[in-house]
């Protein structure tokens, strides 16, 4: 049983790229969260989604950062014109159907390390 | 914003108890304690939770006091593998999906 799988494991980009995320939730469930973790910080809330909906992005900067979970597919998060401040580990999570989670609350991928060079 | 305060770091010697605390002096009833720890280049990781009773897992034993303005998370014998960050955070159940991470206690497991 596969836990959340991100990729790509680490990526480097040039100022001005584009990055794209993604995430693939465990089976079964159909909650995806982001979480950025700039160096020496805790993890930061990003973006609460459903399949084709975004719940809460209230954490995600107003500019150049967007998410999508797709019908089909895994959740991506973009990141347009990277600056070297977006540099930081991004996380996944995802949570069973209908909102009842189990006391793990979370299930946690291992991350994506962005270098923006 | 976090809305609990840890230690930044502490030392443990290998086989011995690992005492982490944690001050939430601002919980509210019906907030819970969860802690969560992360392994170097990996997510966090559940650990344990409780409301108000003491409560004992596999993998720790989670102490709150009383008044519930603070508590500790006990390591019963450290290993190397349990070296990591931990973190202490407070949310209203497991329905709580905007998890508040502070800086955590960086621990440091010795031979």
């Known amino acids: 049983n596969a836990g959340v799988m991100q990729n790509p494991r680490h990526l480097v980009r040039r100022r001005g790229q584009e990055a794209r995320l993604r995430c693939s939730p465990m089976?079964?469930?159909?909650?995806v969260y982001w979480y950025r973790q700039l160096p020496e910080e805790g993890l930061k809330f990003m973006v609460y989604l459903q399949k084709e909906n975004i719940i809460d992005e209230s954490g995600m900067p107003k500019e150049r950062f967007s998410a999508e979970f797709p019908k089909e597919g895994p959740s991506i998060l973009r990141i347009q014109q990277v600056v070297r401040g977006d540099s930081a580990a991004y996380f996944c999570?995802?949570?069973?159907?209908?909102?009842?989670?189990?006391?793990?609350?979370?299930?946690f991928g291992s991350g994506t390390r962005l270098t923006v060079v | 914003d976090a809305k609990t305060t840890q230690p930044p770091s502490m030392d443990c010697a290998e086989g011995r108890a690992a005492n982490l605390p944690c001050n939430h002096s601002?919980?509210?009833?019906?907030?819970?304690v969860y802690w969560y720890r992360q392994i170097h280049s990996q997510g966090p990781q559940y650990i344990i939770h409780g409301l108000k009773n003491n409560e004992t897992n596999e993998m720790a034993s989670l102490i709150i006091t009383e008044d519930r303005k603070s508590s500790t998370l006990i390591l019963p014998h450290a290993t190397l593998r349990d070296t990591a960050v931990y973190y202490c955070i407070v949310r209203v159940g497991s329905n709580d999906y905007k998890l508040s991470f502070g800086a955590g206690t960086t621990v440091t497991v010795r031979a």
């Open positions: 601002t919980i509210s009833g019906n907030e819970y």
């Open positions: 999570a995802s949570s069973p159907v209908g909102g009842r989670r189990t006391s793990d609350g979370y299930t």
């Open positions: 089976k079964g469930h159909s909650h």
